[in-house]
C-alpha cells in the first residue's frame, strides 16, 4: 500500500496560523487535502502551502498510544509546579532549572524572546543542546493508522480531535529511547491545555498557561549520550503509525 505525507502550512505576513500533517493512502490523498481547506478556511492567512509527498521509507508500527491522565487544576502555577515535581522525578535535573526552562516557553525562547519553530533540547545536565536557539527541532510524519476511529474513541471519553494531534506526536517522541521526557504548552492564547509526557503516560494539565500568553513552545529531555544528528534525523523523517489509543 503507497502511503502519502501531507503537510499544510497557513500564514500571514510570514506568521505561522494554522497547520495540519497527516499520513494517509493513495486513495485518501485527496480527500484528506479537502479536510485540510476545511480547516484553514475560516483562518485570516496570505499564504497557504500544501504539500504532498509519497512515503518511500516503511514506517515504524505502534501498538498503542500513551495512556492519557487527564488532571485539571485550580490554576497554571499548580499545575507547572506538579509538572515540575514529574520533570524532576524523571530526569534528575535540579528543580530550579526545570523552573528556568518552563519559564522561557511562557516567554519566549528564542534568542529574540520569541516562540521558537520547534522544540528546545535539554540532556540530564540542565543544558540546552538543539542545533538552532530560532529553530529547534520539530517532529514530523507521525499519525494514527485509522484516524477517525481514534478521534471518536477520544471524544467519547470527552477529549477532542486536538487531543488525537498531540497524543500522535509525543507518543512518536518517546518511541525514541534517549527522549524521557516533554513539556508543551500551545502558542494559542485561549488555548490553555498543555501536557507532559513520560515513557508511560501522556499528563493533559489544564490550564497550563495563563490566558492570554500568546508564547509557547516544547522542551525535549533527553539521555547526555544521544546522538543528536540521529535524533533530528528520527524526528523530523522517520515515518510512524500508530495503531490504537491505550
Do not use: Q
Not at 530550579?96 to 521558537?116: C, D, F, V
Amino acid at each position: 500500500m503507497k502511503l502519502y505525507s501531507i503537510k499544510a502550512r497557513a500564514s500571514l505576513n510570514g506568521k505561522h496560523i494554522s497547520g495540519a500533517e497527516r499520513i494517509v493512502p493513495e486513495e485518501r490523498v485527496f480527500e484528506t487535502i479537502r479536510w485540510i481547506e476545511k480547516k484553514v478556511e475560516k483562518k485570516n492567512f496570505d499564504s497557504l502551502n500544501i504539500k504532498v509527498e509519497l512515503i518511500k521509507e516503511k514506517p515504524i508500527l505502534i501498538e498503542k498510544s500513551l495512556p492519557i491522565v487527564d488532571i485539571k487544576f485550580k490554576n497554571h502555577e499548580d499545575a507547572n509546579l506538579k509538572a515540575v515535581k514529574i520533570l524532576h522525578r524523571i530526569t534528575g535535573i535540579p528543580t530550579e532549572r526545570i523552573k528556568e526552562l518552563i519559564a522561557l516557553i511562557h516567554t519566549g525562547a528564542s534568542p529574540e524572546k520569541k516562540n521558537m519553530r520547534g522544540a528546545m533540547i535539554v540532556n540530564l545536565t540542565g543544558k540546552r543542546v538543539e542545533k538552532d536557539r530560532f529553530r529547534g527541532v520539530r517532529t514530523t510524519d507521525v499519525d494514527f493508522l485509522d484516524r477517525e476511529k481514534v478521534i471518536k474513541k477520544l471524544l467519547e471519553k470527552g477529549f477532542t480531535e486536538r487531543t488525537a494531534d498531540a497524543l500522535a506526536l509525543t507518543t512518536k517522541n518517546m518511541h525514541h529511547p534517549d527522549i524521557i521526557a516533554e513539556y508543551c504548552i500551545s502558542d494559542e492564547p485561549d488555548y490553555l491545555t498543555g501536557y507532559i509526557s513520560t515513557k508511560e503516560k501522556y499528563y493533559r494539565f489544564t490550564p497550563l498557561k495563563e490566558f492570554g500568553n500568546k508564547n509557547g513552545g516544547r522542551i525535549y529531555f533527553i539521555k547526555n549520550s544521544t546522538d543528536i544528528d540521529e535524533l533530528y534525523r528520527f524526528l523530523e523523517e522517520k515515518p510512524v503509525l500508530i495503531k490504537d489509543v491505550e
